[in-house]
């Protein structure tokens, strides 16, 4: 798949993956899993990004003694999920029209 | 690998990277493993998950921007001694214009490259212009009745005509290499960074 494709699906996954309660690394990665393999190097980066755009905020806790990173969606992080569901159904229409020419040939 | 065997290999190969980058990714595998852990996996079976030392340091590396990068670079871990100071004021006739000749050095490069462009279109041009000047001229000889000489210099002028449309593609072709020569040498200075940081 084209790079710069994924990554824009890997982003709005991680911000599904947190968008109904806050969650961390290990969990992301977890709930991910039966939709697609996310290495743990892969998920850092994805959060960096995530953060530095304002789309999540962490906040450090305590957890069995010892410290975890929880991560929370923001509004711009609900607002990007929202602008990629009406951003898909564009790619659907293209995806149709793509199909279209191939069945003419 | 155990735990900290892992996270040892991985701080060593993050050495010469800036500190915080470091720490934070060590807490970020850290807390991974441990939580793999807290699930019932062993320690070897969580770090081994992980993946390799190398390709996370490899992943670290690529990306921390440049500019971080060299700004970690030039500014010392510690405060400057006192003699240090002392020779980098000292040493200024010495270093600040030799900072300030490299620089000309890249710009002058940079100047010769595009004079040289402008002066070969400035040459087709006067082709041009000659070549369009003695047709006219030739033309008005032979309207005098000096039909020989007029003939002679509509020949002349029609050559160079010809010449300057054909330069043309030169010309083009020259402006196009002096753009690419020019990205060359603004991407072999980027690399003189980074080759100093991977050998750090």
Redesign the interface.
Known sequence: MDAQLKRGLLDVCVLAAIKSEDS????IIKDMKPYLEL???TL??IL?RLEAANMLTVRTAEH?G????YYRITEAGVGRIEEFKKEWKEVISIYQFVTKEEDHE | MNRETFLAALRAALAGLPQDDIEERLAFYGEMIDDRMEEGLSQEEAVAEMGPVEDIAAQTLEEIPLAKLVRETITPRRGLRGWEIVLLVLGFPVWFPLLLAAAAVVLALYAVIWILVASLWTVDALLGFNGLGCIATGVASITRGDVLPGIALMGAGLVCAGLAIFLVFGCQAASKGAVRLGRAVARGIKKLFVRKESVK
Do not use: P
Request: positive net charge; hydrophobic residues 5%.
């Open positions: 961390y690394g290990y969990k290495s743990e190097s850092y980066t960096k069995d010892r410290l975890r990173k």
